[in-house]
């Protein structure tokens, strides 16, 4: 079974953070550069690979994904620093120089681009002690935050 990666990203002043979940780090990285990805990173210009992981399953990833975008900036920043303290973009390291995600603005999509390379790539884990398990034990809550939806049209 594929590897799936959450990952997060930001725009070039670190002002915006995005997390997400794919199953092709480079080409989903691609898709956010050129405008595909997501309305929100299109909008927020958010492009900069800073922090990713990599989960056996898509239950074990989404979790994941669920638990870091219920976290506050703060808790996010701190993850982030212990393995990328500067917050560099990771994909050169990641994909090699020559990466269409690297020389962004090229006019075809890498999707279909093999995950060889991040296979021999040093993954980024969790520090020593620390797991998603400890997380949810230091009160992080996994449920989904509530969010008010307001119909469109309507007077509320």
Not at 92 to 117: A, K, N
Request: hydrophobic share 30%.
């Amino acid at each position: 079974m594929k590897e799936l990666f959450v990952y997060i990203l930001t725009n070039e002043r670190r002002t915006t953070l995005y997390i997400g979940v794919t199953n092709n780090l480079e080409g989903r990285l691609w898709q956010h550069q050129n405008g595909v990805g997501s309305k929100f990173t299109h909008q927020y210009n958010l492009t900069v690979l800073i922090y990713y992981e990599t989960w056996p399953d898509p239950a074990s990833a989404i979790a994941r994904e669920t638990q870091l975008k219920g976290w506050t900036r703060a808790k996010k920043e701190a993850l982030i620093s212990t393995l990328n303290p500067n917050w560099e973009d990771l994909a050169p390291s990641l994909f090699g120089e020559d990466s269409l995600v690297v020389r962004r603005g090229l006019p075809h999509s890498p999707v279909g681009v093999s995950q060889t390379r991040l296979s021999t790539a040093c993954p980024a884990t969790l520090p020593p002690g620390h797991s998603a398990q400890n997380d949810r034990e230091e009160g992080a809550s996994d449920a989904p935050r509530k969010t008010r939806e307001k119909k469109r049209g309507s007077d509320e």
